[in-house]
């Protein structure tokens, strides 16, 4: 990926001239002004259309992204099946999640499920900020509770023997994914056949 060379003027003026990622981190502590001059230098926005993908097994892990727009599924790839492991949707950060912060190769493809605006989080920002303020650090934990969370959720989900079961605590984990995923991408992302999630939505 290579970041469009605006001026911050430029890079945020559909944004009221200031990087979206500050709005996030400001729910969770107060930030200094050196933080968001930081994040505002250094973050940037990208867009992707439907079906592109944002990260794959070519490219160097260098970032994570705060979705702006749309919706971002990760997968692996098991020969020629693809298993979904996250989908996430607006306002949520995302990237590759099993060379975290390390620049190396990931087998973890990230696709735009939707067209999406993203804004770019690089690495080495968000290293700074650990590193050199305590408020980033607070922010950081808070966000990695979240996230730890929803993985034990995604956990969880996958143990459920039974498939149709399986679908209804989908619907009330993620009732907000249900109309803007295809069922090929649900199926895949609750280990359940295509046919088999047509047959339990047909009956429930």
């Known amino acids: 990926?290579?970041?469009?060379?605006?001026?911050?003027?430029?890079?945020?003026?559909?944004?009221?001239?200031?990087?979206?990622?500050?709005?996030i981190f400001k729910k969770?502590?107060?930030?200094?002004?050196?933080?968001?001059?930081?994040?505002?230098?250094?973050t940037?926005?990208?867009?992707?259309?439907?079906?592109?993908?944002?990260?794959?097994p070519l490219d160097r892990n260098k970032y994570l992204f705060l979705i702006i727009k749309?919706?971002?599924?990760?997968?692996?790839?098991?020969?020629?099946l693809e298993i979904t492991t996250w989908i996430?949707?607006?306002?949520?950060?995302?990237?590759?999640?099993?060379?975290?912060?390390?620049?190396?190769?990931?087998?973890e493809y990230l696709q735009a499920l939707e067209d999406v605006d993203l804004i770019a989080i690089p690495h080495e920002l968000t290293e700074y900020?650990?590193?050199?303020?305590?408020?980033?650090?607070?922010?950081?934990?808070?966000?990695m509770?979240?996230?730890?969370?929803?993985?034990?959720?995604?956990?969880?989900?996958?143990?459920?023997?039974?498939?149709e079961k399986r679908y209804k605590r989908f619907l009330i984990s993620f009732p907000d994914l249900i109309h803007r995923v295809s069922l090929k991408h649900i199926a895949s992302f609750l280990a359940i056949r295509l046919e088999t999630l047509s047959r339990i939505r047909a009956k429930i």
């Open 1 to 23: 990926m290579i970041a469009v060379n605006l001026s911050e003027e430029d890079r945020w003026k559909k944004f009221n001239n200031v990087s979206p990622l500050i709005a």
């Open 28 to 42: 969770y502590h107060p930030l200094n002004e050196e933080i968001e001059q930081h994040i505002n230098r250094q």
């Open 44 to 56: 940037f926005p990208v867009s992707y259309k439907k079906n592109k993908f944002i990260v794959s």
């Open 70 to 80: 749309g919706i971002v599924r990760g997968f692996i790839k098991d020969g020629n």
């Open 88 to 107: 996430s949707k607006e306002n949520e950060i995302v990237g590759t999640i099993r060379n975290l912060w390390v620049d190396s190769e990931s087998e």
């Open 129 to 143: 900020l650990f590193e050199n303020f305590e408020e980033a650090n607070i922010v950081g934990r808070k966000i």
């Open 145 to 163: 509770e979240l996230y730890y969370r929803s993985a034990e959720e995604r956990a969880y989900l996958c143990r459920i023997s039974s498939a």
